[in-house]
T-cell receptor, first 112, second 111 residues
Framework: DVKVTQSSRYLVKRTGEKVFLECVQD?????MFWYRQDPGLGLRLIYF???????EKGDIPEGYSVSREKKERFSLILESASTNQTSMYLC???????????FGPGTRLLVL | GIQVEQSPPDLILQEGANSTLRCNFS?????LQWFHQNPWGQLINLFY???GTKQNGRLSATTVATERYSLLYISSSQTTDSGVYFC?????????????FGKGTKLSVIP
């Protein structure tokens, strides 16, 4: 079974803090994704990565950056957290870009 | 971009009932997936189904790509089926490999 893990289930940060969200997958998948989920807006893609050190912007990349130094790990970085980044963050991975995506349990981030 | 509409937005079922969830999309797709999000937030992939029909236990799905819709059937529903069901598609003309998610159908199965 594919396992995607995220570093925290719940996180509380203050405005202006730098925030790191980590995601690890154990199935040697090429592709990894970061989404945020908000009530009424559904899931929206922030960034994805199709290889180590490669990244592509999704629909809402503003205010975020990502890092993929190793194949199994994909980090989402909020350089200076703001209250409008309070959300549920979901990481996913897939073998091929057009193949089944497997999701982690999510991180609920609250920015005060 | 591609539009994805799911219906109904909310559904309440008695345990044991059957249901059909619908996903309409505005353009041709080469990737369509159905997901279930449980009450704790975990998203589980149910089907990868850009066309045709698949079955997995009490769940089955059909995508009619030429008519731009997909259906998810749940038979003999159980309380553990509760949660939100999402349809997600990739626009075959966009070349972006991004999935666009619908807003979901919230299913509540009551004993």
């Amino acid at each position: 079974d594919v396992k995607v893990t995220q570093s925290s289930r719940y996180l509380v940060k203050r405005t202006g803090e730098k925030v790191f969200l980590e995601c690890v997958q154990d199935m040697d998948h090429e592709n990894m994704f970061w989404y945020r989920q908000d009530p009424g807006l559904g899931l929206r893609l922030i960034y994805f990565s199709y290889d180590v050190k490669m990244k592509e912007k999704g629909d809402i990349p503003e205010g975020y950056s990502v890092s993929r130094e190793k194949k199994e790990r994909f980090s989402l970085i909020l350089e200076s957290a703001s209250t409008n980044q309070t959300s549920m963050y979901l990481c996913a991975s897939s073998r091929g870009l057009q193949e089944t995506q497997y999701f982690g349990p999510g991180t609920r981030l609250l920015v005060l | 971009g591609i539009q994805v509409e799911q219906s109904p937005p909310d559904l309440i079922l008695q345990e044991g009932a059957n249901s059909t969830l619908r996903c309409n999309f505005s353009d041709s797709v080469n990737n369509l997936q159905w997901f279930h999000q449980n009450p704790w937030g975990q998203l589980i992939n149910l089907f990868y189904i850009p066309s045709g029909t698949k079955q997995n236990g009490r769940l089955s799905a059909t995508t009619v790509a030429t008519e731009r819709y997909s259906l998810l059937y749940i038979s003999s529903s159980q309380t553990t089926d509760s949660g939100v069901y999402f349809c997600a598609v990739e626009d075959s003309g966009a070349g972006s490999y991004q999935l666009t998610f619908g807003k979901g159908t919230k299913l509540s199965v009551i004993p």
